[in-house]
């Protein structure tokens, strides 16, 4: 008398997107339509290289020193590491090592030269990243600023700072300036 049981058709569910088939139609989307209101991303902040040390006083006197061929240093706290700036007669260095130095050009002035390759080894750091473009910024007589820091790597025009080692050489030209050495006397 009984029948057997049977069991209930099941419903079929409705086949969900797979990871990869989402994807897939995202880009297809956003390559036919572009983004939709909520996918913008926020623009980047523009960041002011050197603005937190052009105006501090112990930079100030960083420069002055540089300037005059004088010894000078203070040191810069950044994520809990201290880093030393200093001065040694006509170098600016960062943790000891040289990043800016002079040769003589003649009697008042000299040419500032960046080292690449110790640069490069430091791009990294965000001291030193801003050490760099104020040393820039506080020499008005350079001229216009070709280094630009783009994608966490110095830039140097069109180029990175890296693959100008191999063509020109680790030392970086960047213009003359008028040092504080020789005293200026007064026609009388």
Known sequence: MTASAKKAPKKEKDRKQSPEERLEANRYNQMM???????????PKKTNYGAPYLKHPKFQELMTAFKKGS???FDVSDKSKVYTVSTRESQILFDDKVIYYCRPLNKHEQNLLLDRSVTIQHQTNEVLVHLVFAVLQSLPELG?????FRL????YGSE????GIATQGPNLLLGSFKHIKAQEKTRT
């Open 144 to 148: 216009p600023m070709q280094l630009s």
């Open 33 to 43: 339509y572009g983004p939709t209101a909520g996918e913008l991303r926020p623009v």
């Open 152 to 155: 966490n790597q110095f830039q």
């Open 160 to 163: 990175t700072l890296e693959a």
């Open 71 to 73: 010894a000078f240093k």
